[in-house]
Nanobody, 116 residues
């Protein structure tokens, strides 16, 4: 059973930075994709960023140039560095992993609140 545990959320002022972490219970080499999604109150969950086993990344247009996704294979951890945060970045951030059988795994989420 795969477990993903997020951490690093919190309250920050607009313009500030946070780094989210997603620790997997096993090796992240087994995942084709890992990524971050977020869900704001009253809105659908949306893609923020993804990274493949080979290190290719993809970002939502709204976060390009401000957020960076990266991974540490030795620690089985994926990170999301968030700079220049805006109030509209507020939401619950979820870690996601897709394995070779196309099975999705989700973490429990971590709250990010950006005050204006």
């Amino acid at each position: 059973q795969v477990h993903l545990v997020e951490s690093g959320g919190g309250l920050v002022q607009a313009g500030g930075s946070l780094r989210l972490s997603c620790a997997a219970s096993g090796s992240i080499f087994s995942f084709k994709f890992m990524g971050w999604y977020r869900q704001a109150p009253g809105k659908q969950r949306e893609l923020v960023a993804t990274i493949t086993t080979g290190g290719s990344t993809n970002y939502a247009d709204s976060v390009k140039g401000r957020f960076t996704i990266f991974r540490d294979n030795a620690k089985s951890t994926v990170y999301l560095r968030m700079n220049s945060l805006k109030p509209e970045d507020t939401g619950i951030y979820y870690c996601n992993a897709l394995d070779a059988r196309n099975v999705n795994y989700w973490g429990q989420g971590t709250q990010v609140t950006v005050s204006s």
